[in-house]
């Protein structure tokens, strides 16, 4: 029996490779929160991934649980995070952007959908103080009532 | 000279080699498309700026509160989510020119002419510290739904297309028509909770 030729195989995989590496983007960050994304119908698509840093709210995962307690944290980039930090998070992330592109970063929100607004509140306030204006609560697409 | 054949690399391994790479990229990307509800803040209050108690006609104003249990208080009486779209739109639009609802203005929008519209409405959300993420984004969503829907009703009575078909210029006019006016008070405690 010959054996079936096998000379295209690595084009064809190389093809599914640059598929998936178009279609895809690389994770953010490792989530530590869990979140449960709300629902919404009017929802924007956040342009360019680079003006966009993001704020996590929930709560703690199992296994962060034991050190940080069940209560709603906050996760900026890998690690939790406090209110206070917030401000500094934010100056920090602008000043690394390029000039012309500073006041057009956006910060997405991305907290569960069970969280209290008290929280939600406090890190508006903090981003107001932060004059990082330009906001965008994460929610996933509502697709019944 | 007798010519020395090149020996072919061999590239039976090229498939391995690929099929690692897919399958790295498979696990270490995230198909996610990050969608989300656009806002904009206003800017934080300076310390010497005194808050303006801004003389604001009452027939301009739309308070929509929410409690901790989520529940709504929209002008002063219980209503359900679904309803929130449609009386919001009938406050922003206010066909009838009823006396309750804003007051309209006539002026000349570039592009659209003259327009009579309620350029001084404002909707005020207020919500409580133990009110639902949901519930307030529910609101928020409602609002904004409000806002494009009549800006979508503008433009295909006007032009007869749909407003995201129109060009950027006759967006911009159609939001001078409708403009966004969502403030947002501070966070209060309204009964119940802590």
Same mark, same amino acid.
């Given at each position: 029996?010959?054996?079936?030729?096998?000379?295209?195989?690595?084009?064809?995989?190389?093809?599914?490779?640059?598929?998936?590496?178009?279609?895809?983007?690389?994770?953010?960050?490792?989530?530590?929160?869990?979140?449960?994304?709300?629902?919404?119908?009017?929802?924007?698509?956040?342009?360019?991934?680079?003006?966009?840093?993001?704020?996590?709210?929930?709560?703690?995962?199992?296994?962060?649980?034991?050190?940080?307690?069940?209560?709603?944290?906050?996760?900026?980039?890998?690690?939790?995070?406090?209110?206070?930090?917030?401000?500094?998070? !934010? !100056?920090?992330?602008?000043?690394?952007?390029?000039?012309?592109?500073?006041?057009?970063?956006?910060?997405?929100?991305?907290?569960?959908?069970?969280?209290?607004?008290?929280?939600?509140?406090?890190?508006?306030?903090?981003?107001?103080?932060?004059?990082?204006?330009?906001?965008?609560?994460?929610?996933?697409?509502?697709?019944?009532? | 000279?007798?010519?020395?054949?090149?020996?072919?690399?061999?590239?039976?391994?090229?498939?391995?080699?690929?099929?690692?790479?897919?399958?790295?990229?498979?696990?270490?990307?995230?198909?996610?498309?990050?969608?989300?509800?656009?806002?904009?803040?206003?800017?934080?209050?300076?310390?010497?700026?005194?808050?303006? #108690?801004?003389?604001?006609?009452?027939?301009?104003?739309?308070?929509?509160?929410?409690?901790?249990?989520?529940?709504?208080?929209?002008?002063?009486?219980?209503?359900?989510?679904?309803?929130?779209?449609?009386?919001?739109?009938?406050?922003?639009?206010?066909?009838?020119?009823?006396?309750?609802?804003?007051?309209? !203005?006539?002026?000349?929008?570039?592009?659209?002419?003259?327009?009579?519209?309620?350029?001084?409405?404002?909707?005020? !959300?207020?919500? #409580?510290?133990?009110?639902?993420?949901?519930?307030?984004?529910?609101?928020?969503?409602?609002?904004?739904?409000?806002?494009?829907?009549?800006?979508?009703?503008?433009?295909?009575?006007?032009?007869?297309?749909?407003?995201?078909?129109?060009?950027?210029?006759?967006?911009?006019?159609?939001?001078?028509?409708?403009?966004?006016?969502?403030?947002?008070?501070?966070?209060?405690?309204?009964?119940?909770?802590?």
């Amino acid at each position: 029996m010959p054996a079936i030729n096998t000379a295209s195989l690595p084009d064809i995989i190389f093809m599914l490779l640059f598929f998936f590496m178009s279609v895809t983007s690389l994770k953010e960050v490792t989530y530590k929160v869990r979140i449960t994304p709300p629902e919404a119908t009017e929802l924007v698509k956040l342009e360019k991934k680079s003006l966009v840093r993001y704020i996590y709210v929930g709560t703690p995962t199992e296994e962060y649980r034991k050190a940080f307690g069940s209560e709603t944290r906050i996760q900026l980039d890998d690690a939790f995070a406090d209110v206070a930090q917030l401000e500094d998070y !934010v !100056v920090r992330e602008r000043s690394a952007m390029s000039e012309d592109e500073q006041n057009l970063m956006t910060i997405s929100i991305k907290a569960d959908k069970d969280t209290k607004m008290g929280i939600i509140a406090d890190i508006k306030q903090a981003l107001r103080r932060a004059y990082a204006l330009k906001i965008s609560y994460a929610a996933v697409q509502r697709t019944s009532y | 000279m007798a010519k020395r054949k090149i020996p072919e690399i061999n590239a039976s391994s090229m498939a391995d080699i690929s099929f690692l790479l897919l399958i790295f990229f498979l696990v270490s990307t995230s198909m996610s498309v990050d969608k989300g509800l656009s806002r904009r803040l206003p800017p934080p209050l300076q310390p010497n700026q005194k808050v303006e #108690d801004m003389d604001i006609n009452k027939r301009n104003i739309f308070v929509v509160k929410i409690n901790s249990m989520n529940q709504l208080l929209v002008q002063g009486k219980e209503l359900d989510i679904k309803q929130l779209r449609a009386k919001t739109k009938e406050f922003i639009d206010n066909k009838a020119n009823d006396p309750e609802l804003p007051v309209k !203005v006539a002026e000349e929008i570039e592009g659209l002419g003259l327009v009579e519209y309620t350029k001084d409405h404002v909707i005020s !959300v207020q919500n #409580d510290v133990d009110t639902q993420y949901q519930a307030y984004l529910e609101v928020q969503n409602e609002l904004v739904a409000a806002y494009n829907e009549l800006r979508d009703e503008y433009a295909r009575n006007r032009f007869g297309v749909s407003y995201a078909e129109l060009d950027e210029d006759m967006q911009k006019a159609i939001q001078k028509v409708y403009p966004q006016k969502i403030s947002e008070a501070e966070p209060k405690n309204y009964g119940g909770g802590k």
